[in-house]
């Protein structure tokens, strides 16, 4: 029988969680993603000391102010990783936006052309890109602005429903809703463990795909951030589902038999009405979710913290 990730790669597209270039080989996802998170874990790994090093001799050769130098550099290693990435995968790689233009529009979508056109730079198209941008209502019509002129999105920190109506109304191109960061706050919060079909973060990934399918978007599902395998295989079906090395690595590892659990026909006969998609209808379903809007400002604060420290280790680098 083959392995649980061959079942799974033939209902559900998979995507490797990380900026590890030798994991993503050993395990052929179709598209890859990265966040400041991994691009940070994967620059301080001897094996990438090379892409680090090309991107501060780039920098040292810039002019300006030392601070626009830095960040630069940041956005051209987040694009040397993405383009080494995206010539072992065979769709696409996905490149976050600073975390702290969050709540600027302007700023998301200008840096946005930029990283896409960086990758053009490089021979690497736009069809192979995904600007990722956080589930802000500013991020959101960063978003729209950004489809509009054919550059597709991913939209990350996705915690509640109201986030993915807006995003599917902005017609993002996919949406990353964070299954285990949600599970986190109910554990917390309920002091209890939970199995995989009473999962809140599963819950709410199958509350997102009933509702997109029941309403005819095309944006994609991609379920991301998962503690355990039980939560990949409760979503087994799901448009798409992004996964860190190591849990690819116990579903490799696994020749058990994996159950289709989403279907988009049965799907679209669950979703619930459609919500309002204005901007004071969206800020008050947030604020009426308490582990959405923890979860978000968290999530940014975190990534925020990982973009400094990049920063604080090209800038050593620089000097």
């Not at 409760?234 to 860190?244: E, F, K, M, P, V």
């Amino acid at each position: 029988m083959s392995s649980k990730l061959d079942q799974l790669k033939s209902m559900t597209v998979v995507v490797a969680d990380t900026g590890d270039i030798e994991a993503i080989q050993a395990f052929q996802p179709t598209d890859c993603t990265t966040n400041p998170t991994l691009i940070l874990k994967a620059a301080q790994m001897p094996a990438y000391a090379h892409l680090v090093d090309e991107a501060v001799q780039w920098g040292r050769a810039q002019g300006g102010d030392q601070a626009a130098v830095v960040a630069a550099v940041c956005d051209r290693l987040a694009v040397t990783f993405g383009t080494a990435l995206s010539r072992i995968v065979p769709g696409r790689v996905s490149t976050e936006v600073d975390a702290d233009l969050s709540f600027n529009t302007a700023a998301s979508v200008a840096k946005g052309r930029a990283i896409i056109a960086d990758y053009q730079s490089r021979g690497v198209g736009r069809e192979r890109v995904l600007i990722k941008l956080a589930s802000t209502w500013e991020g959101i019509r960063a978003a729209e602005i950004l489809e509009a002129e054919g550059i597709n999105c991913n939209l990350t920190l996705l915690f509640c429903l109201a986030q993915a109506a807006a995003a599917a109304e902005a017609g993002a191109f996919l949406i990353s809703p964070f299954v285990g960061r949600i599970l986190d706050w109910h554990a917390k919060a309920e002091g209890r463990t939970f199995a995989a079909d009473e999962d809140p973060g599963v819950l709410s990934m199958r509350a997102i795909y009933a509702y997109y399918k029941r309403h005819g978007y095309n944006t994609v599902v991609m379920g991301a951030s998962f503690r355990n395998q039980g939560e990949i295989e409760s979503l087994a079906g799901c448009d798409r589902l992004t996964i860190a090395p190591a849990l690819l690595d116990s579903l490799a590892k696994d020749q058990g038999t994996l159950v289709r659990q989403l279907d988009a026909t049965t799907a679209a006969k669950q979703g619930g009405d459609k919500l309002a998609s204005d901007e004071a209808s969206f800020r008050f379903a947030l604020n009426e979710d308490p582990m959405a809007t923890e979860k978000l400002a968290e999530g940014i604060r975190s990534f925020a913290k990982d973009l400094r420290s990049l920063r604080a280790m090209v800038q050593t680098k620089l000097a």
